[in-house]
């Protein structure tokens, strides 16, 4: 069964950058037939899509972020990444890893990741 | 962007009861539409794709259906597991986006 686990710090500084990785088990992240996502949740609020990365390294970015975000992927561990960097209060949330199937919805995600942005 | 505005943002309803919730998007999105289902502390679960077809393994009572850029779920007999928050979502187009959220509540 696949399984998708999110790993990182759950505290940093304003200013600085968020990081977290997404460790994917029961499956190949370099599989063809799927993209891999990161989404997050502020508390109490909605989901905002944050980007996709395919195993080739190819991404797709939320414009609102992708001046701050960076997301990569590593196959030899089959992990990808989230960076977000000069965070603010307001980019605390959940953050979950998620995967995309052939119709680009995500059906397997990770437990989330709670990130709080604070001095 | 594509907004996705869902309504009601919240629905008190009963064991039993069939339920709709609504999702109108700001553009045609074809029937690139997916809703998902997601529980307190928990992760969402997707329900359905392409606006009407159930995932694996989700109870028939759920189902989708679309009229022009309005997509609907309903839930045939509401089941105690059911009550939740549930997303719409778009994915016609870059970047995708969500509805804000109906929160199911027992009455």
């Known amino acids: 069964q696949l399984q998708l686990q999110e790993s990182g710090p759950g505290l940093v500084k304003p200013s600085e950058t968020l990081s977290l990785t997404c460790t994917v088990s029961g499956g190949s992240i370099s599989s063809s037939s799927y993209y891999w996502g990161w989404i997050r949740q502020p508390p109490e609020k909605g989901l905002e899509w944050i980007g996709n990365i395919y195993y080739s390294g190819s991404t797709f970015y939320n414009p609102s972020l992708k001046s701050r975000v960076i997301i990569s992927v590593d196959t030899s561990n089959n992990q990808f990444s989230l960076k977000v960097n000069s965070v603010t209060a307001t980019d605390t949330a959940v953050y979950y890893c998620a995967r995309l199937e052939s119709s680009a919805t995500f059906d397997f995600w990770g437990q989330g990741a709670l990130v709080i942005v604070s001095s | 962007d594509i907004q996705m505005t869902q309504s009601p943002s919240t629905l008190s309803a009963y064991v039993g009861d069939r339920v709709t919730i609504t999702c109108r998007a700001s553009?045609?999105?074809?029937?690139?539409l997916a809703w998902y289902q997601q529980k307190p502390g928990k992760a969402p679960k997707l329900l359905i794709y392409?606006?009407?077809t159930l995932e694996g393994g989700v109870p028939s009572r759920f189902s989708g259906s679309e009229s022009g850029t309005e997509f609907t779920l309903t839930i045939s007999s509401l089941q105690p597991d059911d009550f939740a928050t549930y997303y719409c979502?778009?994915?016609?187009?870059?970047?995708?986006?969500f509805g804000q959220g109906t929160k199911l509540e027992i009455k």
């Open positions: 553009q045609s999105i074809s029937s690139w």
């Open positions: 392409k606006a009407s």
């Open positions: 979502q778009q994915y016609n187009s870059f970047p995708y986006t």
